[in-house]
Structures are given as structure tokens and as C-alpha cells.
Nanobody, 126 residues
Framework: VQLQAFGGGLVQAGGSLRLSCTAS????????VAWFRQAPGQERELVAAISRGGQTTYYADSVKGRAIISRDNDKKTVYLQMNNMNPEDTAVYHC????????????????????WGQGTQVTVSS
């Protein structure tokens, strides 16, 4: 599975962005997917994750209530809608995927994710 992340850019505080992660390969529908972000000088942070069927999601406390993760397996794409953004959301956002069985719980550990996209820069100005 190869992943490509799109949709980053410059947005003012209070604004919104929708990030997309598009996959190639036939096994995407068997993958759980997550969005991680990393700001300069900071550790990588899990932002949100979604199960392979889309029924289960996870959000970091820092984005809970402001972010929505969703997926369209027919389009092999996972989306991260970010609303009411603030400068602390500034980071490079990466999508990542891992092959899982249907009942597997979501993983918060980046080391569990085998496939990674190249990242997309998000900058929020105050």
C-alpha cells in the first residue's frame, strides 16, 4: 500500500482544512488508518485513527470536538476534517496504515503502522 497525503496549507486561526490520504494497492480496505502530526522540535503525535470498516474512530484530546476522520474505501481515501483550527495545530501531517483483522482494536503506536505517506504541511496563523 502506498499513501499520499493532500490538502495541507496555510489557514487562519478559526479556519478549517480537509486533509486527504489516498492509497494505491488492493488491500487498503483491510487497513486501519491514522493521521499523525509532528511539529518542529516536538514528538510525533497521533491525531486521529479509524478502523478498516470505519465504525470505530479515535481522536486525541487536543483535537476532540474539532476533527472528524472518515473514509471511503471505494475511493481508497481517508479524510481528516479539521475545524476551528489554532496555531498549535501547525505541523506536518502524515497518514499511516496497517493491515489488521476485522476485529482489531485501533493502535496508538506509530511503530505499529507499516505504510506511511509523505506528509503535508499545515500552518495556522494567529
Amino acid at each position: 500500500v502506498q499513501l499520499q497525503a493532500f490538502g495541507g496549507g496555510l489557514v487562519q486561526a478559526g479556519g478549517s482544512l480537509r486533509l486527504s490520504c489516498t492509497a494505491s494497492g488492493r488491500t487498503f480496505s483491510r487497513c486501519a488508518v491514522a493521521w499523525f502530526r509532528q511539529a518542529p522540535g516536538q514528538e510525533r503525535e497521533l491525531v486521529a485513527a479509524i478502523s478498516r470498516g470505519g465504525q470505530t474512530t479515535y481522536y486525541a484530546d487536543s483535537v476532540k470536538g474539532r476533527a472528524i476522520i472518515s473514509r471511503d474505501n471505494d475511493k481508497k481515501t481517508v479524510y481528516l476534517q479539521m475545524n476551528n483550527m489554532n496555531p498549535e495545530d501547525t505541523a506536518v501531517y502524515h497518514c499511516a496504515a496497517r493491515d489488521v483483522i476485522l476485529s482489531a482494536p485501533l493502535s496508538y503506536n506509530p511503530d505499529d503502522y507499516k505504510y506511511w505517506g509523505q506528509g503535508t504541511q499545515v500552518t495556522v496563523s494567529s
